[in-house]
């Protein structure tokens, strides 16, 4: 039988691109995982069976319906909760939208907010899931210069001023990660938060703040949230659960202003998250939250040092230099400025080690010195071994 043609027929959104196959490194830090050991399986499981002995009744007519557009409202209910005692963010089931993770939550607002062409100020280096949903949309993207507590207010300001005078627009929306940010591991400090929502509120710019890590804390105190600073509506904010618990549940959340709810639910299509997965993280975490958040962060405290350790060890005496999270997933590596660590990523992979080059995180297209290294994933000791690795690799290709 011949195949069938579609070439005349692709519509013009879709491309051809070749499908991400994963492949992983045998010290694999380019990943962007919590840590694997700690998901709670039993917990899950426990706690959807709570929640079903519970009510089954109620479950079974629920799980018989399509799930409510802003998903389970026992679980909104929790999470909001949940954030004003954390982020002291003031909102309620009605002002909460479980997500299909919370990349679905960021798509979302930016098609309830970005037209193409519209310009988008982001960190200097930021996380690609959200600046391949920019592109995606034909949003033109902005990093702002960073140092290491992340977004400087007044550079902010210049940014948003070369954008108006170069463009003749004004930024559509600031997208920032202020705490343990993917890919620096940079915490903003509240002050630069209130400055920077004094600078977007002069320039009448919406604030989207991605709080992905905030659970991932494991030394110091987290900084105040964006959305508990201001009451204007101007922040939208996004959580996930996917580094709380795990990815592959697939439930994030976004809370704003009820008209930027309505906008952002006007572009979804079909109905919330999956059901079944809310029972298991609202019944888990409702006994479980601070238990298990401290034995995450425990691991991921231990992993973070080990790596440490590593680049203590194998950088010392050399240029490189690299950031000491207190939280997240991720340590920022800088080369100096020669080195390029996009050119030689496929060999120092093939050699045993993976890590996503600085490049691929800048909307501006710098960083090819600098790179991503993920600590959250392997183990302790294939931290450390990998770190030593990486370091004789380089020192083989003569990159250090
Ligand atoms: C900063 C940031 N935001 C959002 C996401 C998306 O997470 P999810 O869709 O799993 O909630 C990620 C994932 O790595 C991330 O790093």
């Known amino acids: 039988m011949s195949k069938f043609n579609f070439d005349n027929l692709w519509s013009e959104k879709s491309t051809d691109a070749q499908r991400i196959i994963t492949d992983h490194a045998k010290y694999d830090f380019a990943v962007a995982y919590p840590p694997f050991e700690g998901v709670p399986l039993d917990g899950l499981i426990d706690g959807l069976r709570t929640k079903v002995d519970a009510d089954s009744q109620k479950v079974a007519i629920e799980m018989a319906?399509?799930?409510?557009?802003?998903?389970?409202?026992?679980?909104?209910?929790?999470?909001?909760?949940?954030?004003?005692?954390?982020?002291?963010?003031?909102?309620?089931?009605?002002?909460?939208?479980?997500?299909?993770?919370?990349?679905?939550?960021?798509?979302?607002?930016?098609?309830?907010?970005?037209?193409?062409?519209?310009?988008?100020?982001?960190?200097?280096?930021?996380?690609?899931?959200?600046?391949?949903?920019?592109?995606?949309?034909?949003?033109?993207?902005?990093?702002?210069?960073?140092?290491?507590?992340?977004?400087?207010?007044?550079?902010?300001?210049?940014?948003?001023?070369?954008?108006?005078n170069k463009h003749g627009v004004n930024p559509k929306m600031l997208y920032t990660i202020p705490e343990s940010q993917n890919p620096t591991g940079s915490t903003l400090p509240k002050q630069r938060r209130i400055e920077i929502i004094e600078i977007c509120k002069k320039y009448g710019i919406p604030i989207l703040e991605d709080d992905c890590y905030v659970d991932n804390r494991f030394a110091g105190e987290p900084e105040p949230a964006f959305a508990s600073l201001d009451d204007s509506g101007m922040v939208i904010y996004v959580g996930s659960f996917s580094k709380l618990i795990a990815p592959g549940l697939r439930m994030g959340y976004f809370t704003a202003s009820e008209e930027v709810i309505d906008r952002a639910l006007s572009v979804k299509i079909g109905s919330g998250p999956n059901q079944f997965t809310s029972y298991a993280i609202d019944g888990f975490l409702r006994s479980n939250l601070e238990s298990h958040r401290n034995e995450y962060n425990r691991l991921l405290k231990g992993k973070k040092e080990s790596m440490e350790k590593g680049l203590i060890e194998a950088f010392s005496n050399t240029k490189v230099k690299w950031s000491s999270p207190e939280g997240g997933c991720y340590?920022?590596?800088?080369?100096?400025?020669?080195?390029?660590?996009?050119?030689?990523?496929?060999?120092?992979?093939?050699?045993?080690?993976?890590?996503?080059?600085?490049?691929?995180?800048?909307?501006?297209?710098?960083?090819?010195?600098?790179?991503?290294?993920?600590?959250?994933?392997?183990?302790?000791?294939?931290?450390?071994?990998?770190?030593?690795?990486?370091?004789?690799?380089?020192?083989?290709?003569?990159?250090?």
């Open 65 to 164: 319906y399509y799930p409510h557009v802003q998903g389970d409202e026992s679980l909104r209910e929790f999470t909001s909760k949940k954030l004003l005692d954390d982020r002291g963010i003031k909102c309620d089931k009605e002002s909460l939208v479980l997500c299909n993770g919370s990349g679905e939550a960021i798509g979302l607002l930016i098609q309830a907010l970005i037209d193409p062409d519209d310009y988008v100020i982001t960190e200097q280096f930021v996380y690609m899931g959200t600046t391949k949903q920019l592109t995606y949309f034909n949003a033109n993207i902005v990093g702002s210069p960073t140092d290491e507590k992340g977004l400087i207010p007044e550079k902010l300001e210049e940014t948003i001023l070369d954008i108006k």
């Open 331 to 400: 340590t920022w590596l800088e080369m100096t400025d020669g080195t390029n660590l996009s050119e030689i990523r496929d060999e120092v992979f093939t050699r045993g080690v993976g890590y996503i080059s600085g490049d691929n995180f800048a909307p501006n297209g710098d960083g090819q010195n600098m790179a991503r290294l993920c600590f959250a994933f392997e183990t302790v000791e294939k931290n450390y071994e990998g770190i030593k690795e990486f370091a004789s690799i380089l020192k083989d290709l003569k990159a250090i």
